[in-house]
């Protein structure tokens, strides 16, 4: 082996006419490489682990925008995150006004009884007047749009929810495995 | 704010907001045939930004024109594929 200090004359460095056609080469490699992965859709998983009304939302408006975009999209909810799924908690979720530095109180007047309550009312209040849809048309309309929204099936049972308890059409039976597979092999992947 | 495009179909989404006006307009999008133009009316002003990067990001549709006046905004899309 020659030495890595010493090149000796022209047979170390290659000439541009040479890096040139290997260029090309990898090039038309690539070009073969992306026709073989085929279609150029794009995947983005999103993994929902929050079950207040203000986390709820984030997850579906880019699942649902995403779909529109014509991706891939996998949403799979997890501890918290299943309430967004659960048909009858999905229409009562919560805002907590404390721990909460945009609350207009401190988080001392935040934690008296009833204080969680008349923040989620306000939020709810502003949700209507704005013409915001609500979690409900969200999911509905991601469901719609071919958004696979899961249910990671540990959870499930951990926090003692039957499969009957979720939106018809939410995947259940999937675990971390599943959520890897799809992560794998997404374009964008987030966690909320 | 008179259009000089042959609109084929009117999607009226005044008064939704994010994502509404985006998903609706895809919705409608795959109800027509290639060549036609739809005309989406907004209010939300995130529409002209979003409506646009939707456009941009996806096969088979382009963005001909957006016009905007007295709170209203417009949005002319032809599907071309």
């Known amino acids: 082996m ?3 200090t010493q090149p000796s004359g022209d047979a170390a460095a290659p000439t541009e006419a040479e890096l040139r056609q290997r260029l090309e080469d990898l090039e038309a490699q690539l070009a073969d490489l992306e026709a073989a992965v085929g279609d150029d859709q ?3 998983t999103i993994v929902a682990t929050k079950g207040t009304l203000d986390m709820a939302y984030p997850p579906l ?8 975009f014509g991706w891939d999209v996998v949403v799979f909810h997890t501890f918290w995150g299943l309430d967004i799924l659960h048909e009858e908690k999905s229409k009562n979720l919560k805002l907590s006004a404390v721990g909460n530095p945009s609350m207009p109180m401190p988080n001392a007047l935040a934690a008296l009884p ?23 048309e969200l999911i509905e309309l991601s469901l719609d749009s071919g958004v696979d929204l ?20 939410v995947t259940t039976g999937v675990g971390a495995a599943t959520a890897l597979q799809h992560m794998a092999d997404s374009d964008v992947q987030l966690l909320v | 704010m008179s259009t000089k495009f042959d609109v084929t179909e009117t999607l009226d989404v005044q008064g939704a907001s994010c994502p509404m006006p985006v998903v609706k307009t895809k919705q409608a999008i795959d109800d027509l045939e290639e060549g036609e133009v739809l005309e989406v009316v907004a209010t939300d002003s995130g529409s002209m930004s979003d409506i646009e990067g939707w456009a941009a990001g996806t096969d088979g549709v382009e963005l001909l024109a957006q016009e905007e006046g007295d709170g209203v905004y417009k949005h002319y899309v032809e ?3």
């Open chain 1, 2 to 4: 020659s030495s890595d």
């Open chain 1, 42 to 44: 794009k995947q983005m």
């Open chain 1, 61 to 68: 408006i880019l699942a649902s925008t995403a779909a529109a």
């Open chain 1, 114 to 136: 009833g204080m969680d309550a008349m923040a989620t009312r306000m939020m709810e209040k502003k949700i209507d007047e704005n013409n915001t849809a609500t979690i409900e």
């Open chain 1, 150 to 169: 899961q249910a990671c099936q540990m959870t499930i049972e951990l926090m003692d929810y039957d499969e009957d308890d979720f939106y018809d059409g």
């Open chain 2, 79 to 81: 599907k071309t594929a």
